[in-house]
Structure formats: C-alpha cells, structure tokens
C-alpha cells in the first residue's frame, strides 16, 4: 500500500471500531458507568494502572475494585479514614496488590487535595507535540508521599525508556473527544495531537506489518516512531489509529 491507500485502510478500520460496541470488551466501560467529572477519571485511572493480561480479568477485577470504593471513588478519595483502607488490603491483579491500592487511594487523594487533580497535573510540563515529559513529571509528584518502592513499577516513565501503554491509554481516553461514545473529551486544555499511541504487543505487531513502527522493541523509542509515522496520517488526531491497530490485531488476527 502506497500511504494514500494505508491512511484510508486505517481511517475505515479506525472509524469501524471506535463504536459504543467495542466498550463491551474494553475495560473502557469502566469510567463509562461514572457521570461526575471526578469519579470517571479517578475510576479510568485506575482502571487502566492494571489493565494487562486478560481483558475479561482486567474489566471483573476493576468492577470489583470500583465496589470496594463504594462505587464513588472521588467521594472515597476525599472523606476516608485510614481504617477505611483496610478493606483494600486482599485485592490483587496479577502483580498490583493491596498495598499498592492502599497507596494509589492515598496519592491520588494528595493529588487531588494539594495539587488540583489529574487533569491539572497532567497538563503541566506540556512539550510542543508530546505528553511524554508531562507523564514522567506526574510519576515524580504521584511518589512524593512516603511508599514502597515495588508499588512505583506500576507507574511507567517515558524518560526511563518506557512506552507507557497504560497511561498513554488514559489519556487518550480523557482527551480524545466523545462525540463517537468511546472516549470521554474531558480534558479541554490538551491537544488530542499530543497524545501518543497506547503501544502494546498487539498494535505493535500491526503497526510492523504495516510498515508504520521497523524497531523490534515496544519501548519510549518504538513509541516515537510510531507516533511519527501515525502524525503523519492524522496531524490533529494521530491516536484514533489506535482503535484500526488494536482491531485489526485482536479482533481480525491482522
């Protein structure tokens, strides 16, 4: 394919799955259960910290996770005591345990409390065409209350070589508009243009069949070759590829 026939083949295949339908396998269906502003992206936050391995665990295991926030996480983040942490303590998901939870309730509070929430963290320390140094910016702040240091591997720094899928996935979740019934469009004050493609070992592999991504790796290096080449299909809206990659890799086996 020439890229006048790849963009129209990922334009369609984009178009096909970013649908209300694919929210039924998605863990995306999570924050979509939430009204308040507040409680989506704390519920999508959270969400996404585990989502890997098996999407069906990953969509029981947040559904729990939600229940044991009372299903109003923002009202759980502002009012608990820390007795109230105690009923987190046997959750588990693969490697993020119940001391982890313990101390992403007690951060994301913080964040919340002292530094005008997610969106307001997250749009600090902007590049011009990248989240990537605003992500490794929130990871400092995330980690300024005292933890332990196995819970910081659950969050991803790009300066570190990390492709970051799970918050990269967040993002786009918060700022790619909503008009589809997919995504949420919550965050006015970032450019959908600086988002960077959600890299897993699904979209990968597609995106090397494609031609779009050659490194062998899905590291913070693989991630700026794909968001290159992803740019230059869609300069305004480069991650709605992430919806033809991703379907095209779990759904159609590409």
């Known amino acids: 394919?020439?890229?006048?026939?790849?963009?129209?083949?990922?334009?369609?295949?984009?178009?096909?799955?970013?649908?209300?339908?694919?929210?039924?396998?998605?863990?995306?269906?999570?924050p979509h259960r939430f009204s308040k502003k507040e409680d989506i992206e704390i519920s999508a936050f959270l969400t996404a910290t585990i989502a890997w391995g098996?999407?069906?665990?990953?969509?029981?295991?947040?559904?729990?996770?939600?229940?044991?926030?009372?299903n109003a996480p923002y009202d759980f983040l502002q009012n608990h005591q820390e007795s109230d942490l105690d009923s987190l303590s046997n959750f588990v998901h693969r490697t993020f345990n119940g001391d982890d939870l313990k101390y992403f309730i007690k951060s994301l509070s913080n964040i919340y409390k002292n530094h005008g929430g997610l969106e307001t963290v997250f749009t600090k320390n902007q590049a011009q065409n990248s989240l990537q140094l605003s992500i490794s910016n929130y990871k400092t702040i995330f980690f300024e209350l005292a933890h332990m240091p196995r819970t910081q591997k659950h969050v991803s720094d790009p300066l570190k070589g990390s492709a970051a899928k799970r918050i990269n996935m967040f993002l786009r979740w918060m700022v790619r508009p909503g008009e589809r019934g997919v995504d949420f469009g919550l965050?006015?004050?970032?450019?959908?243009?600086?988002?960077?493609?959600?890299?897993?070992?699904?979209?990968?592999?597609?995106?090397?069949?494609?031609?779009?991504?050659?490194?062998?790796?899905?590291?913070?290096?693989?991630?700026?070759?794909?968001?290159?080449?992803?740019?230059?299909?869609?300069?305004?809206?480069?991650?709605?590829?992430?919806?033809?990659?991703?379907?095209?890799?779990?759904?159609?086996?590409?």
Not at 2 to 29: C, G, I, M, R, V
Not at 54 to 70: G, Q
Not at 229 to 245: E, G, M, W
Request: aromatic residues 8%; proline residues 3%; glycine residues 2%.
């Open 1 to 30: 394919m020439n890229k006048a026939e790849l963009k129209a083949f990922l334009d369609q295949k984009a178009a096909q799955y970013e649908h209300p339908k694919f929210l039924e396998s998605d863990p995306l269906q999570i």
């Open 54 to 70: 098996n999407r069906k665990s990953i969509i029981n295991n947040a559904t729990r996770l939600m229940e044991l926030l009372d």
């Open 187 to 254: 965050w006015k004050n970032i450019s959908s243009s600086k988002l960077s493609c959600p890299l897993d070992v699904h979209s990968g592999n597609v995106a090397r069949k494609l031609k779009l991504l050659r490194r062998k790796q899905n590291d913070a290096k693989a991630l700026l070759e794909l968001d290159t080449s992803l740019r230059k299909l869609d300069t305004n809206d480069p991650v709605k590829y992430d919806f033809a990659l991703f379907g095209l890799g779990v759904f159609e086996k590409f």
